[in-house]
């Protein structure tokens, strides 16, 4: 069984800065990408950025140059960094990965973590 379990998330006043933290336990064979998703009140889920098993990240417009996705693969986890926060940034963060898992490939999630941004 696979879990991933975020942690991080909190209040803030705009323009201050959160990490999350998301690791995943369980029967692993291999993580070949990390993301993370968020969903604001009355929104649809969006993706806000990923990294691959190399490195390779992306992000959705909206935070370039202040959010940054970091992976460690000797922990499983991944990291994200977010500066500049604005009140638009706030949303439940979810916490994403695809990966091998007894020889089968899946997406799992994370619970979320609330992050709050004050203006």
């Known amino acids: 069984q696979v879990q991933l379990v975020e942690s991080g998330g909190g209040l803030v006043q705009a323009g201050g800065s959160l990490r999350l933290s998301c690791a995943a336990s369980g029967s692993i064979d291999s993580i070949y990408a990390m993301g993370w998703y968020r969903q604001a009140p009355g929104k649809q889920r969006e993706l806000v950025g990923s990294i691959t098993s190399g490195g390779t990240t992306n992000y959705v417009e909206s935070v370039k140059g202040r959010f940054t996705i970091s992976r460690d693969n000797t922990k499983n986890t991944v990291y994200l960094q977010m500066n500049s926060l604005k009140p638009e940034d706030t949303a439940v963060y979810y916490c994403?990965?695809?990966?091998?898992?007894?020889?089968?490939?899946?997406?799992?999630w994370g619970q979320g973590t609330q992050v709050a941004v004050s203006s």
């Open positions: 994403n990965a695809l990966l091998g898992s007894y020889r089968y490939t899946n997406t799992y």
